[in-house]
């Protein structure tokens, strides 16, 4: 059986692209799995997913999960089980920027309802949608632990707190204005790890 | 020294740093451990400091140290949980991002006791920033001869790596933690065999949390018994306490344990009373997982004793009248705040925490937040209040984590506590559906004017 049938789903279909990490990143890849032990190349997963969704699309397409399974020596399902069980995997074509906003106790209790509804109503979709122009997905999450300067949200895990509906005006302006340049608004995960 | 420990240092410039931690006595503590110590003389210090878990069960550090199977061959690990994700905390946080190196002394103190060679830092990736951070200040201590091979020129080598997780607060559980860092999904498993025997990689190993970890340090450079001289009973040393909610100063402060909640919440160098001159309704003083406490028994004890920042004083009075002090996490809710509409976020985000493994969890945490669902929204019956007492009792205890038992306690004790703004929302659908929330504001407000059902709980 071809495992594009495995999973009856209209996500896990098996679009036949070939994908590959960049030269310099499939080095620092092989760096990550060396972290752990022999025969535990598995624990690698979560990182190197990470890195895959952020260099290879910006979502986890079942090609991309397919040839992060073939690096680490998996098979297919056990990345597929995993990157259906974590809420930072998408298994959707994103936006350029993921805007996911907490809704979690604090950040209710410190306006985050109201900043949802503003961006709502600002990028005329609702959470889980994504602008027509691809440029926002909008979100909601659970506790970003931020819970001090709430309410808060992240753009591609960079956090804006303190939030007020005039910050988050400006925070659409300067992410439209970065994206013309095809602008990150933070360091990818290859780079955070030395 | 104003009951500083950890943060102590937290305000030099540059002390993220190597060179200015290392100028402000920064691995001292390393050395005194490695090169005065023998690996059992560090164990006994941290376990004469009394210093108990700070993730949330309070268990003595010193205790789980000694359960560590120290018969087997298997290599050990040291796993440093900084899936920091209960609502309302966020003090791990705040210590790796001002002093990640801190947290490394404690690290290479610790696993110098247990004998581990390899040690993870699993922290939670929606903190990938700090992921940065922390790679950054391995590697300085790396350069500096902290890490590595022949630590100090003594027999002991260490080598510590970050793992990020993908957002899964289960993650947070230590066995959920061993299987996320296997790279599966995040499903606690059944203890025994606890990770003292059976850990990662089916090796002995020890999971501590990140304040834990960081106290460390400061225990051999102070030695465990003046630690425990600080704070109170068996509540030894400081506390992180992450305050946030309806506050004038929300933030992390570190207090010695002992501090009386009503100072904590009213004085000025700590959360600066109630924002915008409002009155304290409730509090929920240990992450959003602990039984939230209205404003009289979070100051005062039934007994009307006063309420200190400790684990036994707000334990004082179990599940009738007390709470935990958990994480931490100090939530304050001013007396706008609707108990109802708090309880229904809190119980979404359980449902959506669970990891699916066991029903009572995975099916309970859903009914409570449907039946909480049409409670808020005006649709609720009578009966659907003591529904959600009987559910709630049906999930706890009744799962392989604790996560059961977090998603019971904020439902049990909203109703325990605030049983008449439930039936108020009852009562009054129309005014429930009409009100922009928050504005049922005062007591007087709450008053039923006709009982009713039999309900003889207010």
Known sequence: MEHNNIINHPQFVKEGKQVSFKPETLKKVQDLMKRYPEGRQKSALLPVLHIAQEELGGYLSVDVMDYVASLLGLQPIEVYEVATFYSMFYLDKMGKYVIEVCQTGPCALSGGEQILAHLQEMLEIMPGETTSDGIFTLKTVECLGSCGTAPVLQVNTDFHEKLTPGKVDKLLEDLREYAKHDKSDDSTWVEKFC | MGGKV???????????GFDTYRAHGGYIAVE?????MTATEVSLEVHKSGLRGRGGAGFPTGLKWSFLDRKSDKPRYLVCNADESEPGTFKDRYLMHHLP????EGLIISSYALGVETCYIYIRGEFKYLVGVLEKAIKEAYQHGFLGERILGTGFSLKIYVHPGAGAYICGEETALLESLEGKRGNPRIKPPFPAFKGLYGCPTVVNNVETLAAVGPIINMGGEAYAKIGRGRSTGT????????INNPGVYEIEMGLPVEDFIYAPRYCGGIAND???KAVIPGGSSV???PADLILNTAQGEQRLMTFESLAEGDFESGTMLGSGGFIVLDEDACIVRNTLNLTRFYRHESCGQCSPCREGTGWMEKVLHRIEHGEGKMSDIDLLVRVAKNIEGNTICPLGDAAAWPVASAIRHFRREFVYHVKFPEVVKNIDHGAIQSDTELLIPDSGTGIKYW
């Not at chain 2, 950890?6 to 993220?16: E, F, S, W, Y």
């Not at chain 2, 506390?239 to 309806?246: M, P, T, V, W």
């Open chain 2, 32 to 36: 005194k451990a490695l090169r005065e």
């Open chain 2, 278 to 280: 409002k009155l304290l």
């Open chain 2, 239 to 246: 506390k992180l306490i992450s305050a946030c909610g309806h």
């Open chain 2, 101 to 104: 190196h801190l947290l490394l």
């Open chain 2, 6 to 16: 950890l943060l102590a240092n937290v305000d030099i410039p540059g002390i993220r």
């Open chain 2, 291 to 293: 039984p939230i406490l």
